[in-house]
């Protein structure tokens, strides 16, 4: 009976011990990946192609605006300039009828405009893969929503997760320096 207390005890501090690790889950961000297809003409020009990323700590709510320094892989085709313009800050709307994606862009014909692209409502506070929905005068373009690990901020254990793995550390200390050596000659 000793003996198997001993044993349930050792596994009873391992396992607190264990759970620093347990206790604290990695953080996740949101990113949106957008991607244009096309956009109304403005001034003799039109998208026809680009996009960004955008990762943030949670879902996007309310208006948010983001400024291209804040974007990756953001480029942008025009009829007028296959090769780009720049991204300029990217806009999003959310309203219990629809979400809207105002997407920044610094072309030469159209200095520092924005092409609005329209989603279901919700579309920017759920993972999912979302196409816009055909609206005159909007462009067409699809975004992305996906959770992913936030490496900007690496998580750190709380004080019950040390108090935890220290109450461990101490179970198993206090499991070996009990227990019982027996020696036997041969």
């Keep these: 009976m000793m003996k198997c207390f001993k044993h349930g005890y050792f596994g009873l501090a391992a396992s607190l011990g264990f759970g620093l690790f347990l206790a604290n889950p990695a953080s996740a961000a949101v990113r949106y990946t957008f991607t244009a297809f096309s956009g109304p003409e403005k001034n003799g020009e039109q998208i026809n192609g680009g996009g960004f990323s955008l990762t943030v700590p949670s879902f996007l709510t309310g208006d948010p605006s983001f400024p291209a320094a804040s974007l990756t892989n953001c480029s942008i085709s025009t009829t007028m300039q296959p090769t780009g313009g720049s991204c300029y800050n990217q806009d999003f709307y959310s309203n219990p009828r629809r979400d809207y994606l105002g997407f920044g862009t610094d072309t030469t014909l159209n200095p520092l405009s924005w092409t609005y692209y329209n989603f279901a409502s919700g579309a920017f506070t759920a993972p999912g893969t979302y196409a816009s929905l055909p609206t005159p005068g909007y462009g067409t373009g699809q975004i992305l929503v996906e959770l992913v690990a936030d490496i900007d901020t690496p998580a ?31």
Aim: proline share 6%.
């Design 156 to 186: 750190v254990p709380e004080p019950a997760a040390w108090a935890m793995m220290l109450a461990g550390l101490g179970l198993v200390g206090g499991a070996m320096r009990r227990r019982s050596m027996i020696v036997q000659f041969a």
